[in-house]
């Protein structure tokens, strides 16, 4: 039996329209850490932290990031790195790159084609988490700037 979905942050909720209609005032009561991007950690590697400079940027102007999604970020980041680096390596293969044949004659899956798939599912877990993927993104509104809740038009969030 499950638990039911996650609970939604209450920006997530303001950028959605606040389809559920929760008051405002249980809105604001959740823990609302400053929009701001994260330092990276040293150890992403050069591939991960071309997508940490990149994708850091587009997700904190979109209010969607803050200093204590560094590690969810790192590991997207690394799994990233891991799979660019993965595919390198197998387009420098070739088809014969994607699987080896065992020393008892069958074939499995390479390692490289085992890195990237892996990479791929770490990668899909936390684009779905940060809104970066197609379904994600159409259940968030569209929002320019975000401000949670401008003190002028606070009231026109949650009617």
């Known amino acids: ?28 009561d959740g823990v609302q850490p400053e929009v701001a991007s994260p330092e990276p950690p040293e150890h992403l590697s050069a591939e991960g932290r071309a997508e940490w400079d990149r994708i850091s940027a587009e997700l904190e102007g979109l ?14 980041c690394q799994a ?15 088809s014969e790159g994607l699987t080896v044949v065992t020393p008892s004659g069958f074939q499995r899956p390479s390692v490289w084609l085992v890195i990237s798939e892996r990479a791929v599912e770490q990668m899909h877990k936390f684009l779905i ?31």
């Not at 993104?137 to 320019?144: D, N, V, W, Y």
Request: proline residues 8%; aromatic residues 8%.
């Open 80 to 94: 990233w790195g891991r799979w660019v680096d993965a595919e390198r390596q197998l387009v420098a293969e070739g």
């Open 63 to 76: 209010g969607l990031l803050t200093r204590i999604d560094r590690a969810a970020l790192a590991v997207y």
């Open 129 to 159: 988490e940060f809104g970066m993927t197609p379904s994600s993104r159409t259940r968030l509104g569209r929002s320019p700037k975000l401000s949670l809740f401008p003190e002028d038009s606070a009231s026109s969030y949650f009617t």
């Open 1 to 28: 039996m499950g638990r039911g979905r996650k609970p939604l942050p209450a920006n997530v909720h303001v950028l959605r329209g606040n389809p559920s209609k929760l008051p405002a005032a249980q809105l604001r």
